[in-house]
């Protein structure tokens, strides 16, 4: 088996760790820190900053899906600000709260929830 061969396997198996840790960090978890964690970028933790202090969600997750520029982000929100809100009007919740961020991106992909 050649160097080259392996290399795949590995980015599999790092790949495969990192979705694993992932899910259990979306969703084993209760309590959402008020302080980003370590492991997002500079303009993930913005973000995350900026939607924690306007939500005190239950969920908050924040991936800049761009490769590391940042002009494209994937963000759920899970909040009980949302509660009696439809999906509209809690992505215009949450887009009034980015709303200079955005202006420098290319898109934003949102979920929102309201929270029980």
């Given at each position: ?82 509660k009696?809100?439809?999906?509209v ?28």
């Open positions: 088996m050649s160097l080259r061969s392996l290399i795949p396997m590995a980015r599999m198996a790092t790949r495969t760790r990192i979705a694993s840790m992932t899910q259990q960090l979306r969703f084993n978890s209760t309590v959402v820190p008020s302080t980003p964690p370590a492991s997002l970028n500079e303009g993930e933790k913005h973000l995350y900053s900026k939607l924690f202090e306007k939500f005190q969600p239950t969920k908050l997750v924040v991936e800049d899906i761009s490769g590391g520029c940042g002009s494209m982000y994937q963000v759920e929100v899970v909040s009980s600000a949302f009696d809100l439809n999906m009007k809690q992505h215009r919740l949450v887009n009034e709260t980015l709303k200079e961020e955005i202006k420098g991106m290319h898109g934003i992909r949102l979920t929102t929830k309201a929270s029980a």
